[in-house]
């Protein structure tokens, strides 16, 4: 039933290596020796041992570094490390965590092979309980991409590193630090999540390191910052690519010493925060653009993990869509909707730019909009409907528009009503005249504006030209 378990032996000494690779495959393991540990962080992400047994003092690589790197990114993987006493010391400073055991050399043989079937016996079971204990029921999804968050999740349990969320909005960034934190040692203590994007840039430096008593104008009283609330536990640090330039230094100097000042104060204060930051953007992009701290990114980028976006994992839908009925159906306390096969098509056929959030948001939306308990194709909000996009062209401009202002955004443009007002407003005036010939007073009334208001938007777009032809035009 069981597999062989899976041994990794790393040692500069053949002679080691042969004695180790005979004595575990007579227990019945199946053994793979390296002379070294290069390639062994490489070989790890196609396959997983269920041991390593390693040496710490090998030519050309330092194995120390290497524990480290283990230990960061495969907390779960249990490693057994083979050394003399004198080396014991660094090597207990490099797992802190104390996630190791220790076999010391000279060993005997019996003695080895006890401890690397005992550590594959209780890898094995954290393993399962990790698994067990991350597919809680809210984060939900079935595809192959999805199995390697949870996987992702689960490894990184138990571990303090530094991880960088990557996905499009609505994809369940927020979600997914929330797991990393409830399932790391710092779970008792708090989560605290806080949107770069949405916090004024005047605002923001307190926010994060808190403020003195009279810092700054309406400081009345002493306010505790992010960090500090999040002592012990995590900082989730949303939009990680909005951070302004001189907060991002502000950031680095907390990574690197763990000290920070309050606006206005004098005391550095030091605190113990797991930080998780996440982006919909592309980080390195952001680097060469000279708009991202290029050290900040590599003390974030440790650990990555990548959220798809919901049309690259379209077997999920039918599965989040019921979720989220069913959970609406409570909120509302009304009876859940049920899905039937042409709505299932639809939604699976649709691109959901706004990912699990948009689901979500429709879910709610039929529940309350939805007249019988059966959902159709033509049930679904006229955005979404096939029937209304392919019959009627009217509707036609909102898709248009929301292609138009994702674009933008994806392109990092500002003040995108700056343009887009004003274009609608003369898309209007402009059919509204031609519709009159250029008769004001009739397109101001067909508008639903009062003809000064719509002579005042006529010169303010400088749509002059196109109305009343008889009137006198100018220029500037
Ligand atoms: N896999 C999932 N299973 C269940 N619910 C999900 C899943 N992914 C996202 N959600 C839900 O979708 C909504 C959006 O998720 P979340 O806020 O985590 O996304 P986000 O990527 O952080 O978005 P943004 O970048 O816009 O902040 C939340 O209500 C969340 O509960």
């Known amino acids: 039933m069981a597999q062989e378990p899976k041994v990794w032996v790393i040692d500069d000494d053949r002679s080691i290596r042969w004695v180790l690779d005979r004595a575990l495959r007579k227990a019945a393991m199946h053994v793979t020796c390296f002379s070294n540990g290069v390639g062994i962080l490489e070989a790890l992400q196609h396959e997983q041992p269920d041991v390593i047994l390693s040496d710490i003092r090998m030519p050309g690589i330092d194995g120390l570094d290497l524990l480290k790197q283990l230990s960061a990114r495969y907390p779960q993987l249990p490693v057994i490390i083979m050394t003399a006493h004198s080396d014991l010391d660094s090597a207990v400073s490099a797992f802190n965590s104390g996630a190791f055991e220790y076999l010391p050399k000279p060993f005997d043989l019996d003695d080895a092979v006890a401890q690397v079937?005992?550590?594959?016996?209780r890898g094995r079971e954290e393993r399962t309980e990790t698994v067990a204990a991350v597919k809680t029921p809210d984060i939900i999804g079935e595809a192959p991409a999805m199995q390697e968050v949870f996987r992702a999740i689960g490894r990184l349990a138990r571990s303090h590193i530094t991880v960088l969320i990557n996905g499009e909005s609505g994809t369940g960034k927020e979600l997914v630090a929330h797991a990393l934190h409830r399932h790391s040692p710092r779970s008792e203590r708090p989560f605290i999540a806080l949107n770069m994007a949405a916090i004024p840039r005047d605002l923001l430096e307190s926010e994060l390191f808190g403020h003195e008593r009279g810092a700054f104008t309406g400081a009345q009283a002493r306010r505790e910052g992010r960090f500090e609330q999040a002592d012990g536990g995590t900082l989730f640090l949303d939009e990680i690519g909005d951070m302004p330039a001189e907060m991002q230094t502000r950031l680095l100097r907390v990574l690197a010493d763990g000290a920070f000042y309050r606006v206005g104060g004098v005391a550095p204060l030091r605190v113990d925060v797991r930080i998780i930051a996440a982006t919909h953007q592309h980080?390195?992009?952001?680097?060469?653009?000279?708009?991202?701290?290029?050290?900040?990114f590599h003390r974030l980028n440790v650990i990555r993990i990548h959220l798809p976006a919901l049309r690259d994992r379209r077997e999920d839908i039918p599965l989040l869509m019921r979720h989220f009925l069913a959970q609406a159906a409570i909120e509302l306390s009304c009876e859940p909707k049920v899905l039937q096969p042409t709505a299932i098509e639809?939604?699976?056929?649709l691109d959901w730019p706004g990912n699990v959030r948009q689901l979500e948001n429709t879910a709610r939306w039929l529940t309350v909009?939805?007249?019988?308990?059966?959902i159709h194709a033509e049930?679904?909000?006229?955005?979404?409907?096939?029937?209304?996009?392919?019959?009627?062209?009217?509707?036609?401009?909102?898709?248009?528009?929301r292609r138009w202002a994702r674009q933008r955004l994806t392109q990092q443009q500002e003040a995108l009503l700056d343009t887009a007002l004003p274009t609608f407003e003369r898309i209007l005036i402009q059919v509204a005249l031609e519709h009159t010939a250029g008769r004001r007073q009739e397109a101001a009334r067909r508008l639903g504006w009062g003809r000064n208001t719509l002579t005042r938007k006529i010169k303010e777009l400088r749509l002059e030209n196109e109305a009343e032809p008889e009137s006198t035009t100018h220029k500037e």
């Open 379 to 401: 049930d679904l909000p006229p955005e979404l409907n096939p029937l209304l996009a392919e019959t009627t062209d009217d509707e036609a401009w909102e898709p248009a528009l």
């Open 117 to 121: 079937t005992r550590a594959c016996r």
């Open 369 to 374: 909009m939805a007249a019988g308990k059966q």
């Open 283 to 296: 980080l390195e992009t952001l680097v060469q653009q000279g708009r991202f701290r290029e050290d900040l």
């Open 346 to 349: 639809q939604l699976q056929r």
